[in-house]
């Protein structure tokens, strides 16, 4: 078997559509997927998205299989080229894609919050609004614990954690 990895340009948010339909042909396709958390509607959310948003990587068997489909495959924009000519992707760099996603994903929990001991923060709501604080920790049901300077000390304060911003 002489497989090799080539990377695919997908069309525009079409990188899931690509890969399934490469997966019916008899490909091997691979979409390097991360975990981002982002703040949406004053919450903080985990989504999933690609890596590299647009491209994907197919494994083909050059001795069996033709480049040719894949160019024509729904969601699929094209063959990432370097002038005229299609290069192999190695196959440490897809390798090393796939070892970091999978320990990302396993790291990925409720309590891995966008801030850690120590980092400076803003206070986005409630009666401390706009005050800079210094993110002390996080506790269940989404709060935190702040330690905000009133009256000449720093006080210990629970705020929920959609309440935050990194300064």
Not at 67 to 91: K, N, Q, W
Request: glycine share 6%.
């Amino acid at each position: 078997m002489n497989a090799q990895w080539f990377a695919v340009q997908s069309k525009p948010r079409q990188e899931g559509t690509a890969k399934v339909q490469l997966e019916r042909q008899g490909y091997t396709a691979y979409l390097p997927m991360i975990t981002v958390r982002k703040r949406r509607r004053a919450a903080w959310t985990a989504s999933i998205e690609p890596l590299f948003p647009r491209y994907l990587f197919v494994q083909v068997d050059i001795n069996d299989q033709s480049l040719a489909p894949v160019r024509s495959t729904m969601g699929v924009s094209g063959l990432v080229r370097f002038g005229a000519i299609v290069r192999p992707v190695p196959d440490a760099v897809v390798h090393y894609l796939q070892q970091a996603e999978a320990a990302q994903s396993s790291l990925a929990d409720e309590q891995n919050w966008p801030f850690r001991a120590g980092d400076a923060v803003e206070v986005l709501q409630g009666p401390f609004a706009g005050l800079a604080a210094v993110f002390e920790g996080a506790q269940p049901e989404a709060r935190a614990i702040i330690l905000i300077e009133l009256l000449g000390r720093q006080n210990a304060v629970k705020v929920p954690m959609n309440a935050l911003n990194a300064l």
